[in-house]
């Protein structure tokens, strides 16, 4: 059935989940209802351009790019090279997503308590010294 509104699809997942009921449905990543229920991603075929239309494959996953204006990496060149080592998962966004829909903290909030959570990606996006500076302001 067509639920209509993402409101209403995650609803019905929640619903179902609360009381143990199966449930099958389309859901993207990263999301917050990713981040708060156990959910078991179905596989399917592997994503074709020739046959997707027909429903015969799975969506194709999609890249993600961080740009910029031409001006940007002379203005700000320490930011480029943090954005240049930044990564990270649907996994660990979905899991921000619902920390903020479950506590309706504000986002600077939420992006503290990621940080504080996973401060391991500190090492992986910024230099030693960097990192040691961003964990002692946390």
Do not use: C
């Not at 209509?4 to 019905?12: K, N, R, T, V």
């Not at 969506?59 to 090279?81: G, H, K």
């Not at 920390?99 to 504000?106: A, D, I, K, P, V």
């Amino acid at each position: 059935m067509r639920v209509g509104s993402e409101g209403i699809l995650f609803a019905s997942l929640l619903y179902a989940y609360n009381l143990g009921e199966p449930w099958v449905g389309y859901l993207y990543a990263p999301s917050w209802i990713i981040g708060r229920v156990d959910v078991v991603m179905l596989e399917d075929e592997p994503f074709d351009p020739e046959t997707f239309r027909s429903g015969a494959t799975e969506f194709p996953s999609q890249n993600l790019v961080i740009a910029s204006s031409r001006f940007f990496p002379s203005r700000a060149p320490a930011l480029v090279e943090f954005l240049s080592n930044f990564s990270t998962t649907a996994d660990a966004v979905s899991e921000a997503l619902a920390y903020l829909e479950e506590t309706g903290e504000s986002h600077a909030n939420v992006a503290l308590w990621f940080m504080r959570t996973h401060d391991n990606l500190l090492d992986e996006w910024l230099t030693p010294d960097r990192a040691a500076r961003v964990r002692s302001a946390l």
